[in-house]
């Protein structure tokens, strides 16, 4: 193994310590484990280098790997491939990790630091995973676990032997630093700081003359200048064969039997008694029941009672009801042949007064007026399961030599041909399927077809014929667009224009308000938010003086910024300590990491490092596989 220099570029510049990612790592693998894709690295390949004598476990560096990429994965709501891993640079930090765990370990050895069989005995009992219902560790859960993440016992409580004197050394190296009170208080003085300002929003209603069409001239000048945007991305050609659910359907026997089975099975649908819209109000007794409804035969509105019980009217909505849904209250809600209120009346809660809102009529539909669309979906199940059955057929007769021709001639497969683009918003329709798309992405010039069953139950074969270069769109085509486009970039420049002639007014010593309605914040923080408003008011204000005052411009957003006060930060109360212990905090382990990251590297510089990149690789490719 040849000898390996660490450059500043493949170093990251904040590295937690490396026991805390060993014990991070170590908890997720026994919380877990078998979720995390534990992979075993066996023959002659046991690890990926060494830092002076410490060598670098081959499967430690394989789980920190998957582990990382499993947590980035959640962070980012989908899966990770190793090549994205790549991308965001992860394979490198997970590298760097177990080489600064490695320099710890080879420095505790060479100290002579460890731990004893009780401190290891004690940090198995308080994983959770290993223990049994009293709380003590379960010796029979103890070994499945490790069973089940290819683990030996001697070889786990080594690793935790070890990871604890690492942590003891970080610990000696890393214990009572703290923040500096200046970088305290001067980290909390900008953090505290507040902003009062003033701002004019403008918009189409703003300007003293109103924007004019464009005409065709401009327009064609407008899509000339920006072609781009109206150019079709490079398109694969693709030849196809498919098969529809519809295309058979037609065919398909009908089954009286079954209809009227379906029919019967989902009566309630086809049949829906007479219902009313009801709301209920209970009571804690009968007497305050019939209190209520002598106040409301007297006038009051049902409205007012649910207020007086602090409640709201969907507290007491029951939606629309049937007569046996209601229960002992039915026969009488059902006899109002107008909205009213009935009661009291027994109900589950207790006496209550019903109110009916609305008469909701009987709805049925018969056998036979449900029997054509009912025979149109079992037509087309049918239809479906015959072409999943067609489906080994197809895949035989290409196999065999067939062309999309002879398919569409002995398949009944209707033929055709797109030009698809990816993530383009004019492809085909037969391409809004994703199994089409999935295969179309994948699709090579000189590949065979292949079937594949499309979402709706269909199934096509494809094959690509040539790439088709990027191709301007006719102007025809995409002239609203174009309109869309010039008028927005024509509002743009307008409204530009506008925020600095009102500026400059404002600089000469107009008033903001005489130019339009103006909205003040006040005391505001670098973390709030100004409504309606992009993030870079709020960034512009905290850049700006008393007095100031900017044109801002972001994405469709003009508005005019005046600055009237800075508010230094409080130098006592709550608000401001919370501040000033997060402050304080957060650098002290900023601080401790730093320090950290320079005595492991300069442990790796003292005792040498090698990395065997093949071993490196090898682990690499089998994740990525």
Do not use: C
Not at 494 to 523: H, M, Y
Not at 557 to 571: C, H, M, R
Request: net charge negative; glycine share 6%; proline share 3%.
């Amino acid at each position: 193994m040849a000898k390996t220099a660490q450059t500043d570029d493949e170093t990251p510049k904040k590295r937690r310590g490396a026991s805390v990612m060993a014990w991070i790592l170590m908890a997720m693998l026994i919380g877990g484990l078998g979720g995390f894709g534990v992979t075993n690295f066996g023959g002659s390949m046991t690890s990926i280098g060494a830092v002076g004598d410490e060598k670098i476990d081959v499967n430690d560096y394989a789980r920190a790997m998957r582990n990382q990429m499993n947590a980035f994965s959640q962070q980012i709501g989908q899966p990770m491939t190793f090549q994205m891993a790549q991308s965001f640079g992860l394979d490198r930090q997970v590298l760097q990790s177990v080489i600064d765990g490695a320099a710890l370990d080879n420095e505790a050895n060479r100290i002579g630091l460890s731990v004893g069989d009780a401190e290891v005995a004690r940090k198995l009992s308080e994983i959770t995973a290993f223990q049994g219902v009293d709380g003590k560790i379960d010796k029979i859960a103890y070994d499945q676990v490790l069973k089940q993440n290819n683990l030996t016992k001697a070889g786990f409580e080594a690793g935790i032997r070890k990871d604890t004197a690492r942590q003891l050394l970080q610990s000696a190296v890393t214990t009572g630093i703290t923040t500096p009170e200046a970088l305290t208080e001067t980290v909390t003085a900008w953090a505290g700081e507040e902003r009062s300002f003033s701002l004019l929003a403008l918009n189409e209603a703003s300007l003293k003359t109103p924007l004019l069409a464009p005409e065709d001239a401009a327009l064609q000048a407008y899509y000339t200048a920006h072609i781009a945007d109206y150019t079709r991305p490079e398109a694969k050609r693709i030849s196809y064969v498919v098969l529809q659910p519809e295309d058979l359907a037609k065919d398909m026997p009908l089954d009286e039997a079954a209809l009227q089975k379906t029919y019967n099975d989902r009566l309630s649908t086809y049949v829906v008694p007479e219902k009313r819209l009801v709301e209920r109000l209970g009571f804690a007794s009968e007497a305050d029941a019939t209190a209520a409804k002598a106040r409301i035969d007297a006038g009051e509105s049902f409205e007012t009672l649910v207020k007086e019980r602090n409640l709201d009217l969907s507290d007491v909505d029951l939606g629309d009801v049937s007569k046996s849904q209601l229960g002992a209250a039915g026969d009488a809600v059902f006899a109002l042949t107008a909205p009213g209120v009935v009661g009291p009346l027994a109900s589950n809660v207790g006496p209550a007064l019903f109110r009916m809102n609305a008469i909701l009529a009987k709805q049925e539909t018969t056998f036979e007026q449900a029997k054509p669309d009912l025979a149109k979906e079992l037509q087309l199940q049918e239809a479906t399961k015959a072409i999943s059955d067609k489906v080994a057929a197809i895949d035989d007769a290409l196999a065999g030599g067939a062309t999309l021709a002879d398919l569409a001639k002995e398949q009944r497969m209707t033929a055709g041909s797109t030009d698809y683009a990816k993530g383009a918003t004019d492809n085909d329709p037969i391409t809004a399927d994703k199994a089409f798309v999935a295969a179309a992405d994948k699709l090579a010039e000189g590949d065979y077809p292949e079937a594949v069953l499309l979402s709706n139950g269909g199934v096509i074969a494809l094959q690509m014929d040539s790439t088709q270069p990027p191709t301007a769109l006719p102007f025809d085509k995409v002239k609203d667009k174009v309109i869309a486009a010039a008028r927005a970039e024509a509002l743009a420049k307008a409204l530009s224009d506008e925020a600095i002639r009102i500026k400059a007014g404002v600089e000469a010593g107009a008033a903001l308000d005489s130019f339009g309605s103006v909205v003040k914040t006040t005391n505001i923080d670098r973390q709030g938010q100004v409504k309606d408003a992009p993030a870079s008011v709020l960034t512009a204000a905290f850049e700006m003086q008393p007095k100031d005052i900017r044109v801002i411009e972001d994405r469709g957003y003009s508005a005019v910024l005046q600055l009237d006060a800075i508010t230094p930060a409080a130098k006592d109360g709550a608000a401001i300590t919370e501040i000033r212990d997060a402050v304080a905090s957060n650098a002290a382990r900023s601080i401790a990491d730093d320090v950290l990251q320079l005595y492991t590297s300069a442990l790796t510089a003292e005792a040498g490092i090698t990395l065997d990149q093949a071993a490196i690789n090898a682990v690499n490719a089998q994740i990525t596989n």
